[in-house]
């Protein structure tokens, strides 16, 4: 399978963030304030109805006699005091205003890129979607997904400018690295080529909802970006070490159940 193939998903969902900035901006300027802070709070819900769908995934695995709930809690907790620890949140943001004095960026950028790259890359689709592409040259999955990014990035320029369309640098290195690891890794990390059985793994399944649950952190974030109460956000940055302890969690709690 050529690289082409496996970056097909990555390629359109890229595009679909940069048009998505572009019409935001185009668009965003020309709209008066409260019209756009209302289209955040938009976005905001729609995010949090995202992040409690993937949470629920949580009710349908367990490692033993600990339901999946307490094992992510147990990650989040984990993850959050390595993500402080490491400084994630500090890195992403030094890394926004870097982009920001090379490009030359104004206003919001670093908030924007941020937010971006995290509500971009969080989530099944981007696990399971670059699983398919990089397996089997699918992009179905990532394709669904450019769209809900190109529409996410639209609402998201449009009150943070363009530090938004740099969230697609994100999606070319976390996705395409994804997809291009997969052939290599992913059938026997995860326990077999079929993407979709995927989709019932218990480690898939508590990674899904600790991502839900981060998630619904961006959803309160951009809320709070609506009503003008930037400095109350969740740390999501931090939170992102969570994703990796998850898996090691569950594998621990099944051998000890």
């Given at each position: 399978?050529?690289?082409?193939s496996q970056l097909s998903?990555?390629?359109?969902?890229?595009?679909?963030?940069?048009?998505?900035?572009?019409?935001?901006?185009?668009?965003?300027?020309?709209?008066?304030?409260?019209?756009?802070?209302?289209?955040?709070?938009?976005?905001?819900?729609?995010?949090?109805?995202?992040?409690?769908?993937?949470?629920?995934?949580?009710?349908?695995?367990?490692?033993?006699?600990?339901?999946?709930?307490?094992?992510?809690?147990?990650?989040?907790?984990?993850?959050?005091?390595?993500?402080?620890?490491?400084?994630?949140?500090?890195?992403?943001?030094?890394?926004?205003?870097?982009?920001?004095?090379?490009?030359?960026g104004g206003g919001r950028?670093?908030?924007?890129?941020?937010?971006?790259?995290?509500?971009?890359?969080?989530?099944?689709?981007?696990?399971?979607?670059?699983?398919?592409?990089?397996?089997?040259?699918?992009?179905?999955?990532?394709?669904?997904?450019?769209?809900?990014?190109?529409?996410?990035?639209?609402?998201?320029?449009?009150?943070?400018?363009?530090?938004?369309?740099?969230?697609?640098?994100?999606?070319?290195?976390?996705?395409?690295?994804?997809?291009?690891?997969?052939?290599?890794?992913?059938?026997?990390?995860?326990?077999?080529?079929?993407?979709?059985?995927?989709?019932?793994?218990?480690?898939?399944?508590?990674?899904?909802?600790?991502?839900?649950?981060?998630?619904?952190?961006?959803?309160?974030?951009?809320?709070?970006?609506?009503?003008?109460?930037?400095?109350?956000?969740?740390?999501?940055?931090?939170?992102?070490?969570?994703?990796?302890?998850?898996?090691?969690?569950?594998?621990?709690?099944?051998?000890?159940?």
């Amino acid at each position: 399978m050529s690289v082409l193939s496996q970056l097909s998903g990555t390629l359109v969902n890229v595009v679909t963030v940069l048009l998505g900035t572009a019409v935001g901006l185009a668009v965003g300027g020309r709209l008066p304030e409260r019209t756009q802070r209302t289209l955040l709070q938009t976005l905001s819900l729609v995010t949090l109805f995202i992040g409690l769908d993937m949470a629920g995934s949580l009710n349908r695995v367990s490692g033993g006699a600990v339901p999946g709930v307490i094992l992510a809690l147990v990650s989040l907790a984990l993850g959050a005091v390595i993500g402080e620890a490491l400084g994630i949140e500090e890195s992403l943001e030094r890394l926004g205003e870097t982009l920001k004095r090379r490009f030359r960026g104004g206003g919001r950028f670093t908030e924007g890129f941020v937010a971006a790259s995290l509500l971009f890359c969080i989530g099944p689709m981007t696990v399971i979607g670059g699983l398919q592409n990089g397996l089997t040259g699918d992009s179905a999955t990532y394709v669904l997904k450019a769209t809900l990014d190109g529409i996410a990035a639209l609402a998201l320029a449009g009150a943070y400018g363009i530090g938004v369309g740099f969230g697609a640098l994100t999606v070319l290195v976390v996705q395409g690295g994804i997809s291009l690891l997969a052939g290599t890794f992913a059938a026997g990390l995860l326990g077999g080529a079929d993407p979709q059985l995927l989709k019932t793994n218990p480690y898939v399944l508590l990674i899904t909802g600790a991502g839900g649950l981060t998630i619904v952190g961006i959803s309160w974030n951009l809320m709070l970006a609506g009503l003008g109460f930037d400095d109350r956000r969740v740390r999501v940055g931090s939170l992102l070490p969570a994703l990796l302890i998850a898996p090691l969690a569950l594998w621990l709690a099944t051998r000890l159940g």
